[in-house]
């Protein structure tokens, strides 16, 4: 009897603790992945994006989104020995002509597109005529749809997009705060 190509390794599956984007936590069972996303009330526009590793038991800033009114968003992406330079968030993930979506490129070159599916957030390589999803939104459930939760919110990424991870969650975070403003002014709009 012979056996088929190995099994693909099951994709990380990152936990919301909250459904907030300035303030939550994303983290896998195993903690292998954990991302804690923070906005002080002494710096309510400056949201950091920590990262912890608990076998180094080290604690670092990988990312940060300071967005003041009335100014552009801007994002920063730094390394455990130095802080990184700010640029514009339209420069980091930039727009593709739809309400909520965007392109952005890994170090490597590699080119993510987040979209829409079902009203959710969905990231496909840019390059994929498949479309086949590499990391996808997975909102929260509730009992009998408006009781406790019975499901967390979860961010569900593929082994092969998981050295991007720092990346594809800011650009999430980015992604969300257009959609959920965007929903806003929709409602705004037609009341």
């Given at each position: 009897?012979?056996?088929?190509?190995?099994?693909?390794?099951?994709?990380?599956?990152?936990?919301?603790?909250?459904?907030?984007?300035?303030?939550?936590?994303?983290?896998?069972?195993?903690?292998?992945?954990?991302?804690?996303?923070?906005?002080?009330?002494?710096?309510?526009?400056?949201?950091?994006?920590?990262?912890?590793?608990?076998?180094?038991?080290?604690v670092n800033c990988v990312a940060?989104?300071?967005?003041?009114?009335?100014?552009?968003?801007?994002?920063?992406?730094?390394?455990?020995?130095?802080?990184?330079?700010?640029?514009?968030?339209?420069?980091?993930?930039?727009?593709?002509?739809?309400?909520?979506?965007?392109?952005?490129?890994?170090?490597?070159?590699?080119?993510?597109?987040?979209?829409?599916?079902?009203?959710?957030?969905?990231?496909?390589?840019?390059?994929?005529?498949?479309?086949?999803?590499?990391?996808?939104?997975?909102?929260?459930k509730r009992h009998f749809g408006?009781?406790?939760?019975?499901?967390?919110?979860?961010?569900?990424?593929?082994?092969?997009?998981?050295a991007a991870l720092d990346r594809?969650?800011?650009?999430?975070?980015?992604?969300?705060?257009?959609?959920?403003?965007?929903?806003?002014?929709?409602?705004?709009?037609?009341?």
């Open positions: 009897m012979s056996r088929g190509a190995p099994k693909p390794p099951p994709p990380h599956k990152l936990t919301f603790a909250t459904n907030s984007v300035r303030n939550t936590t994303f983290a896998e069972d195993n903690n292998k992945f954990y991302y804690e996303i923070v906005t002080r009330f002494w710096h309510p526009h400056l949201t950091k994006i920590n990262k912890y590793d608990y076998e180094a038991r080290v940060e989104i300071d967005d003041q009114p009335q100014r552009d968003v801007k994002v920063r992406f730094n390394t455990p020995d130095a802080e990184g330079e700010w640029m514009r968030a339209c420069d980091f993930v930039r727009n593709d002509g739809t309400a909520v979506g965007g392109t952005f490129a890994q170090g490597d070159g590699t080119e993510y597109r987040w979209k829409t599916h079902n009203r959710y957030l969905q990231l496909i390589k840019s390059d994929d005529d498949e479309e086949v999803p590499v990391a996808e939104y997975h909102p929260h408006v009781w406790r939760m019975s499901q967390r919110a979860f961010l569900e990424v593929k082994p092969e997009a998981s594809i969650i800011v650009s999430y975070l980015l992604m969300e705060r257009r959609r959920r403003q965007t929903k806003i002014r929709v409602k705004l709009e037609t009341n």
